[in-house]
């Protein structure tokens, strides 16, 4: 069986976001970048499923800019076996995205496509399960576990409330929540391996897919700054202060 | 223009987040239905709601384990009457508005946290670290309400209850297997008004027990977690509060040992009144706590445990 995980380039989860002066977005020059942390699950669970003998081969897709290459090459240090990049400066909506990872399955044939729940950045969590619904697969988000079986995905998720077991036949799509896994770091030698591993690199235009966005962004502003950083000297003191000053118990 | 809110709702009654999605509901359009799918019992509550024009209900097997394929069709069923569609942003909400957007083919808003005007709204991105104002183009759209940004709609209203046809998926569908609800006396963490959390410091589920749940109890709070105490398996996954967990704005949310992770303040910056408790005067979640005490927890939260029965807690 055949996985695809989409991985996304996004800000590194350690940097500490700056909205730009203009209000037109958040400031990305110069900032370290990596690999959205859930696609990094995600791209654990199919390196772990091909060492089961359950997938036979990995393919990543990245839909972004040049960089995204290096997003795709550290997948391939972890184990996946070929890259596919669809070049874009455009930061494209999940149905945009969606709607190209359909063209890709046309295209691949996977038998999981295996996504990470969230990217960190627009905080959407949404592309996996649009491409549920463009494929009429079924879905299972926010899994923390997956098991195999012939043609059967057994997935746990994690939900309000608790956990929900679910059974979807293949193909079938898949998000990865933080419990799934934890993500290996790349050996020396396989970052080696990984720089011969093929990328193959394709512009928005091949897939002949509309990608107009849905949403006009008009502004992206700070959030209110919160009043903070007040000490208490004790437990007496903070339960005073919480009762006549704060009104809170 | 109509409005339809997909409720959120536990068999019985509908959660508060539906009546503050109702809210938003209201600000977008006067005419607004709720539907209550996989859970009829709960309409007469949903009805109760002020504002809200009629109730619908529907029953399948795949609604009452509010499976994203059987909640999408009834969405993609009932659409055309619409504007609009709202629902929560809880693991239910997020998981089939997504579904529901591309099968329509209309644009998604996730996580409103403020209505600008009708086809206006505000979002966080980045963990909260920044706000972006974004316009729907013409016609329909589908969104999820983060509902701790926003006041329930009052009570008071008296809608009519109209059972509609609902019939599971034909196409392929996951099926349910089973679930793991955690019970609890304690309120439900997303609505509570006082949330208590525990971090890595807690070292162990143990002490976890022992030493935030009687805490949480004496104070009638919700019991939450950070991510590494979760993951450690000192607290359920379901009291994770973050960017990738839940989001909670109570009057007060008590920090114990935890250190303010960008994606933990993610989940709680809106709450009313921050108290955190770390023996690191330099964490950062003393820089937005509004009552930070520097200390072992193993010391401060017996101390405060006394304070607190002092005062008839
Ligand atoms: C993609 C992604 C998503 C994430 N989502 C979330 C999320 O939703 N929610 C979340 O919480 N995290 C999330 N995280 C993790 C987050 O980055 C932090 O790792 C996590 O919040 C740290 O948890 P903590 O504060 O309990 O642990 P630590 O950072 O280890 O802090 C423990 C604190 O306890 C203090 N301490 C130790 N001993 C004592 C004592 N005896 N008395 C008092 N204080 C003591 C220490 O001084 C320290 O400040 C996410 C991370 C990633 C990459
Ligand atoms: N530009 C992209 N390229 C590749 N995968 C993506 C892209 N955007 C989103 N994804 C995938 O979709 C998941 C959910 O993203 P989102 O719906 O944007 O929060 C991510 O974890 C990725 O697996």
Redesign the interface.
Known sequence: MKVLVPVKRVIDYNVKVRVKPDQTGVDLANVKMSMNPFDEISTEEAVRLKEKGVASEIVVISIGPAQAQETLRTALAMGADRGILIQTDQDLEPLAVAKLLKAVVAEEAPGLVLLGKQAIDGDNNAVGQMLAALLDWPQATFASKIEISGDTATVTREVDGGLQVLSLSLPAVVTADLRLNEPRYASLPNIMKAKKKPIDIKPVADYGVDVAPRLTVLKVAEPPKRQGGAKVESAADLVSKLKNEAGVI | MAVLVIADHDGATVRDTTAKTVTVALAIASDVDVLVAGGSAAAASAAKISGVRKVLTAESTGLG?N???AL?ALGEQLAGGYEAILTPA???G??????????L???????IIEVVDAK?FVR??????????????EGR?VATVRATAFKAASEGGAAPIEAVPASDAT????????????KSDRPEL?GAK?VVSGGRALGSAEEFHRVIEPLADK?GAAVGAS?AA??AGYA???YQVG??G?VVAP??YVAVGISGA??HLAGM?DS????AINKDADAPI?????????ADYKV?VP??M???E??G?
């Not at chain 2, 209309?106 to 996580?111: E, H, R």
């Not at chain 2, 009313?272 to 108290?275: D, N, Q, S």
């Not at chain 2, 003393?286 to 520097?294: K, P, R, S």
């Open positions: 384990h499976l994203a394929e999408t809880t693991s239910v997020k998981n089939f508005a997504p579904r529901l957007a591309a099968k083919d209309v644009a998604l808003v996730s996580d206006t966080p991105i980045y963990a909260g670290n920044a706000l972006e104002t974004v316009k729907v183009g759209f196409g392929r569908a996951a099926s349910f297997v089973s679930e793991e609800v955690v997303a006082i104070l991510r979760v993951d359920p996954n379901d960017q990738t839940k009057d007060l960008i994606q910056k009313k009144i921050i108290v003393f820089q937005i706590a509004d009552y930070g005490l520097v401060a101390d405060l006394a304070e607190l002092k005062i807690k």
